[in-house]
């Protein structure tokens, strides 16, 4: 199995290290990029064994038949995982966001 991020994605996940230092959802840097690395490998590692569900329509901006996986990284935040499977056992993450950010267009 593979599993492939986006450019956009990845940017993300970067944006998203400093974004949890300077809003003080974490406390350090290093906290931080724990957090991130702890989430990418946990996806690397069980996104083919994960519940997989169809994505809303909402997120067909960032393909067609995209399918998403689920995360829960604490008692508030699950973490929503969009893809796309380009070959047999390859995923292409396209989207990654949580349930602050989007909850509301997951059904």
């Known amino acids: 199995m593979k599993v492939v991020f986006a450019p956009e994605v990845e940017e993300d996940l970067y944006e998203l290290i400093e974004i949890l230092v ?3 959802y974490l406390g350090t840097y290093a906290f931080a990029i724990s957090y991130v690395e702890d989430l990418v490998l946990d996806i690397q590692k069980n996104i083919n064994v994960k519940l997989k569900r169809k994505a809303p329509a909402f997120f067909e901006r960032y ?3 995209l399918q998403y996986v689920t995360y829960q990284r ?3 935040t699950t973490w929503y ?3 796309s499977l ?3 056992n390859v995923y ?3 989207c990654i966001t949580n349930n602050h ?3 509301q267009y997951i059904v």
């Open 74 to 76: 604490n008692a508030n």
């Open 22 to 24: 300077e809003k003080e």
């Open 101 to 103: 950010a989007a909850g």
């Open 86 to 88: 380009i070959e047999e």
């Open 63 to 65: 393909g067609k038949e």
């Open 92 to 94: 292409f993450v396209k």
């Open 81 to 83: 995982v969009f893809f």
